[in-house]
C-alpha cells in the first residue's frame, strides 16, 4: 500500500475504534473548558511533504493551553540560543504536575523545563520585547508560523482563563523572586494565560508538528518556523516533559516526543516523516487527553513509527500490539 494510504487506513481506524471510548473529564479549572461538547473527537497527519489526512472533527477548533509552551520555546531559543535557554530555565523533565508549586520548592525555583507553567513563563519572559503587546505580537507570530494560518485568539477561553489564573500568578512571583523570571511578573503571565487561550485544529496541531518533523520548514507554506538546529533540543524536551508525569510511559509505549495540552489536543512527531494530531476534551488525571492518547498511541503502533525501533520496519506488523498497548495506555486513565 503506498503511504498515504497506509496512513489514512490507520487514522481511520483511530477514529472509528476509539470514538466510543469513555472515561476521563473535561478540565473543569478553566471554566469554559468544561463546556465543550466532550464527543468531540478528531484526528490529523500531516506529512513533511504537506500530504494532510483528517478524521472526525478535524476542523473543529480547541484551545491550544500548554501545547503553545512548545512554540514559546521554539521562539525564546532562536532569540537567545540554546545554552542561554538551557541554563535560564533548565531542560529536565520535574516528574511532577504541570503547575506543581513542589517542583519548584525542589530544585531552588528553577522551573526545570519549558513545557511546565513555571518554565512557560520563563520562556515567555526570555522573548525580548518592548512591552506586553509587542511580546504577545511575537508569539502569536510564532504560532502562526507553525500552523501556516493566521493564529487568533478566543476572548471567551482567554476571558475565562486570565479571571482564574490565580495559581499562575503566584509561580510567577515566585520565580520572580528566585530570578528565574526576566521581565515584569503580571505582563509574563497575562501573555503566557493568552498564548494558552488560542483556537487551533487537529489539522492546524498536526501542522505544526509536522513542521518540527520537517526541520522547522513548514511543509504547507515552505517558511522557515524555527531554526532547524533547535529542533532536536525541543523534540527532546517534549519527551521528557510533553505528557507530564506520563512522559515516560509515553515513550515507552509510543516512542514518540509529544505534547498535549488540557484543552484536549495532543501531538506526536515522527521527526523526518510526520506528525500525527489528537483531540478530545476528556482527560486523565494528569491532564492528557483520554481518546488523543488512544488514537495516537493506536496510530503510531500500526504504522511502526516509535522512534527506539528501525525506521520503516514491520509497517503493517504491528495490529497485534493494539491491545496491549490500549490496556496500558488505558491504566492511566483514573
Ligand atoms: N493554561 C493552562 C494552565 O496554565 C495550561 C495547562 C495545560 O494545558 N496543561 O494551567
Redesign the pocket.
Same mark, same amino acid.
Given at each position: 500500500m503506498a503511504d498515504h494510504d497506509r496512513i489514512a487506513s490507520a487514522v481511520a481506524a483511530a477514529w472509528s475504534q476509539n470514538r466510543d471510548v469513555t472515561g476521563g473529564a473535561n478540565?473543569d /479549572?478553566?471554566p469554559a473548558l468544561a463546556t465543550v461538547d466532550p464527543d468531540l473527537f478528531g484526528i490529523s497527519v500531516v506529512t513533511v511533504t504537506g500530504d494532510t489526512i483528517n478524521a472526525g472533527d478535524a476542523n473543529t477548533e480547541f484551545a491550544i $493551553? &500548554?501545547?503553545s509552551k512548545v512554540f514559546t520555546m521554539a521562539r525564546a531559543m532562536d532569540e537567545i540560543g540554546s545554552d542561554a535557554f538551557h541554563s535560564q530555565v533548565g531542560t529536565d523533565p520535574t516528574g511532577l504536575p504541570? =503547575?506543581s508549586v513542589m517542583a519548584l520548592a525542589l530544585h531552588g525555583d528553577k522551573p526545570m523545563s519549558a513545557l511546565v =507553567?513555571a518554565g512557560?513563563m520563563s520562556s515567555v519572559s526570555l522573548i525580548p520585547a518592548d512591552s506586553t503587546e509587542d511580546r504577545w505580537a511575537k508569539i502569536l507570530a510564532v504560532q502562526s508560523a507553525f500552523a501556516g494560518r493566521t493564529i487568533a485568539l478566543s476572548e471567551t477561553i482567554n476571558q475565562s $482563563?486570565q479571571t482564574t =489564573?490565580a495559581? =499562575?500568578r503566584g509561580i510567577a512571583w515566585l520565580l520572580k523572586a528566585a530570578g528565574y523570571l526576566y521581565d515584569d511578573p503580571v505582563g509574563v503571565c497575562d501573555v /503566557?494565560?493568552r498564548q494558552? &487561550?488560542t483556537l487551533i485544529t487537529t489539522a492546524d496541531l498536526a501542522t505544526m508538528g509536522a513542521t518540527l518533523a520537517n526541520d522547522g520548514v513548514n511543509p504547507l507554506t515552505g517558511a522557515r518556523a524555527v531554526h532547524g538546529e533547535n529542533v532536536p533540543h525541543i523534540l527532546a524536551e517534549m519527551t521528557m516533559e510533553g505528557l /507530564?508525569e506520563a512522559s515516560g510511559d509515553w515513550a515507552y509505549t509510543v516512542g514518540l516526543p509529544g505534547k &498535549?495540552?488540557?484543552?484536549g489536543g495532543l501531538m506526536a512527531v515522527v521527526p523526518g516523516r510526520l506528525a500525527i494530531a489528537a483531540f478530545s476534551p476528556p482527560l486523565d488525571s494528569h491532564?492528557n487527553s483520554v481518546r488523543a492518547q488512544l488514537a495516537i498511541t493506536q496510530i503510531a503502533a500500526t504504522l511502526g513509527l516509535s522512534l527506539y525501533r528501525k525506521p520503516h520496519e514491520a509497517d503493517g506488523q504491528n495490529a497485534g500490539r493494539e491491545s496491549s498497548i490500549r490496556l496500558a495506555t488505558a491504566g492511566r486513565q483514573k
Open positions: 478540565a /479549572y478553566i $493551553e &500548554s501545547i504541570f =503547575n =507553567n512557560a $482563563e =489564573n495559581h =499562575n /503566557y494565560t494558552c &487561550s /507530564y &498535549s495540552g488540557v484543552g491532564g
